[in-house]
């Protein structure tokens, strides 16, 4: 957009432009990632790694994927420590 005194930007968007978002789910990817595989190897370190990404993805980031994100990493890291217990005392 430009003034009607020459070619200098008005620092407007046009109307109906789309709001900034962002624009990949990453964080919530590797947080979902991180919770499935904090079921079967280090519960402690990838459960809470996974929680922590997708806390960030949620806050900073506002992701799509953010909450059922901290779900997985959640139970991932329960569901895990659980095993664990269950596995070493068989």
Same mark, same amino acid.
């Given at each position: 957009m430009t003034t009607p005194y020459g070619n200098q930007p008005t620092g407007h968007q046009p109307y109906g432009a789309?709001?900034? $978002? /962002? $624009? =990949?789910?990453v964080l919530s990817i590797v /947080? %979902? &990632?991180l919770g499935v595989i904090a079921v079967l190897f280090l519960p402690i370190v990838f459960g809470v790694v996974g #929680? &922590? *990404? @997708?806390? &960030?993805a949620k806050t900073v980031r506002h992701e799509r994927l953010a !909450?059922? @994100? *901290? #779900? !997985? @990493? @959640? #139970? =991932?890291? #329960? =569901? =895990? %420590?659980? *095993?664990g217990v269950v596995v070493s005392s068989a």
């Amino acid at each position: 957009m430009t003034t009607p005194y020459g070619n200098q930007p008005t620092g407007h968007q046009p109307y109906g432009a789309p709001e900034r $978002t /962002a $624009t =990949g789910n990453v964080l919530s990817i590797v /947080a %979902m &990632v991180l919770g499935v595989i904090a079921v079967l190897f280090l519960p402690i370190v990838f459960g809470v790694v996974g #929680v &922590v *990404l @997708a806390i &960030v993805a949620k806050t900073v980031r506002h992701e799509r994927l953010a !909450v059922p @994100a *901290l #779900v !997985v @990493a @959640a #139970v =991932g890291l #329960v =569901g =895990g %420590m659980i *095993l664990g217990v269950v596995v070493s005392s068989a």
